[in-house]
């Protein structure tokens, strides 16, 4: 039997995904000015990271069962590393769109070996928990990278948040060549080829799966939508420093981890139809405030409704993540590869596209904000059996 990589170096290799969105998010208006292209463009950046992430995730899984999780964490690390550094040298706003697609590649051979690695290494009692340090750790680095990444983009300029992710990628990956076992189980089943479109034809078909994939995307649409806009909003119109900036940005992290301990608690006290008639309500409630608050010239009016939309994006994500994938327990791996391609992929080229409208970035974080409710109302008449209550 293949040895139990430590638990330790799961952490640390999960670190790369968030990281690479939010440590250079202060170095926004830095990043424009030296490019000399406008604020939309850099918001660009984290579209194209997060589409690529979402995108990977189909071939990802496939490479994986192929050539052992080791193999594909070493290679997305190399590309993370590569892709990195020459985003800190790019000189044009094309070269870094190129360099954040080949990010989220490797970031997505990274997450998902780490993913699978845990599966093949501990029982499903011990899995659980693991994946709850990931989670934990996926909501804690946002509160920090902006600290480190203001600090960098301060001391330094915008080039040294890339470096530092160069630097990491590195370190990271010489204690995985030196401590990390392939994983991959000997019977693992590998098909002839690395995508069957026709595998995922009843999984589309399914409107259970439709339904909850749909509120899925659109909810972290919500997160893609803040993290884009909220440079702009916080540092450019209401003119904070890198370091108020990233005490108002992880304040939503904090909500975040404080929300996904509630939200349990909340669905098996109401049922899920219930809470999540609460959590499109706290989202159709944030639109309405962020509208009615825009003429307020504080963090505050603009982070308050956040902090509702968040909150119910937790509920939203605990509810319907679990409720599309009940009917495939034969194809979970198929369903849960094609959940995450509408979670990241979907979910950015939505905000990529609501962001092309000429209006301003709180209209458009209203609009999105509003969306859930439209997907709701549009299948209402199921609802009690599409979140899957029984």
Known sequence: MNAKPPIYLFLLLIIVSPMGIDIYLPAFPQIADSLQTPLSNIQVTITLFLAALGIGQLIAGPLAD????????????????????????SQQIEMLWLTRIFQGLGTCAVSVSVMSGVRDSYSSERTASIYSYINGVICVIPALAPFVGGWLSETWNWRATFYFMTGYALLIGIISLWRLPETRPEN??????????????????????????????????????FVSIAPIRLMVELNLNPTSFSIWFGSNAIINILASF???????????????????????????????????????????????????????????????LAPFSKRAGTAASLLGFFQMAGASALVGLVNLLPMASLHIMAIVMALPLAWFIFYKKDVTLKVYDK
């Open 262 to 324: 509630i939200a349990p608690i909340a669905i098996r006290k109401l049922g899920k139809t219930k809470a999540l008639q609460l959590a499109i309500t706290m989202c159709s409630c944030a639109a309405l405030l962020i509208l009615l608050l825009s003429h307020i010239a504080h963090p505050f009016a603009f982070m308050g409704p956040i902090f509702v939309a968040s909150t119910g994006f937790c509920l939203i994500l605990g509810i319907c993540c679990s409720s599309a």
């Open 66 to 89: 192929r050539y052992g999780r080791k193999p594909l964490i070493i290679a997305g690390l190399m590309l993370y590393i590569a892709s990195s550094t020459v985003a800190a040298l």
């Open 188 to 225: 693992t089943v590998c098909s002839a080829k690395l995508i069957h479109w026709a595998q995922y034809k009843p999984i589309l078909h399914n409107s259970i799966f439709q339904f909850n994939s749909g509120l899925v995307m659109l909810a972290m649409a919500i997160i893609i939508a």
